[in-house]
């Protein structure tokens, strides 16, 4: 069964930094694409990153980019967003997804339950 | 402001057909798949749609998606109270070299 855990929410203040990560299982994690979105309190889903299955390729909405990276560790099957310079608008429930084998597509068929993060002084 | 437009609301009675649509440009749904979500109320979204018209396993066949130049439909037939809930396109964007995703349409159920 594919499962995915994010981790690593919580308080921060306004410019702060803060890492996520995400847990995956039940697949071969090294075979896919994955991605990061988010959800702001009442609000629809933004897209805010993606990366290759391999690493080697990494992609980010406008709004993120700069202040936040994402990477993954294959050994360990797991999924990272570090985010800095950490705003009020960031403040959202951020879920990771599996993509397909390749990047340049949003089909994400596997979500995580999300983990919020809420920025506030 | 979404780079994807889908209308904030629709609504339909129990057996009612909807559709809900999505328009977007050259570069996301003119040159890529569109794929659509459907977000339960206090859920992670879950894949309804990919590569425009096809179902995952485990999706009712009253789904259907198409698509055609740079807009997208959703269609709901048979609509049950179940299907209440948030509805969201997808698409990548070469442009921004990034997805990028629709406003959401919230499908009430009267």
């Known amino acids: 069964e594919v499962q995915l855990v994010e981790s690593g929410g919580g308080l921060v203040q306004p410019g702060g930094s803060l890492r996520l990560s995400c847990a995956a299982s039940?697949?071969?994690?090294?075979?896919?694409?994955m991605h990061w979105v988010r959800q702001a309190p009442g609000k629809g889903l933004e897209y805010v990153s993606a990366?290759?299955?391999?690493?080697?390729?990494?992609y980010y909405a406008n709004s993120v980019k700069g202040r936040f990276t994402i990477s993954r560790d294959n050994s360990k099957n797991t999924l990272y967003l570090q985010m800095g310079s950490l705003r009020a608008e960031d403040m959202a429930v951020y879920y990771c997804?599996?993509?397909?084998?390749?990047?340049?597509?949003?089909?994400?068929?596997?979500w995580g339950q999300g983990t919020l993060v809420t920025v506030s002084s | 402001q979404s780079v994807l437009t889908q209308p904030p609301s629709a609504s339909g009675t129990p057996g009612q057909r909807v559709t809900i649509s999505c328009s977007g440009s050259?570069?996301?749904?003119?040159?890529?798949?569109v794929n659509w979500y459907q977000q339960l109320p206090g859920t992670a979204p879950k894949l309804l749609i990919y590569?425009?018209?096809q179902r995952p396993s485990g999706v009712p066949d009253r789904f259907s998606g198409s698509k055609s130049g740079t807009s997208a439909s959703l269609a709901i037939s048979g609509l049950q109270s179940e299907d209440e809930a948030d509805y969201y396109c997808?698409?990548?964007?070469?442009?921004?070299?990034?997805?990028?995703f629709g406003g959401g349409t919230k499908l009430t159920v009267l």
């Open positions: 050259s570069s996301n749904i003119g040159s890529n798949t």
């Open positions: 990366i290759s299955s391999n690493g080697g390729s990494t």
């Open positions: 590569s425009n018209n």
């Open positions: 997808a698409a990548w964007d070469d442009s921004l070299n990034v997805g990028v």
């Open positions: 997804a599996r993509g397909a084998s390749t990047t340049g597509t949003t089909r994400l068929d596997y």
């Open positions: 039940g697949f071969t994690f090294s075979s896919y694409a």
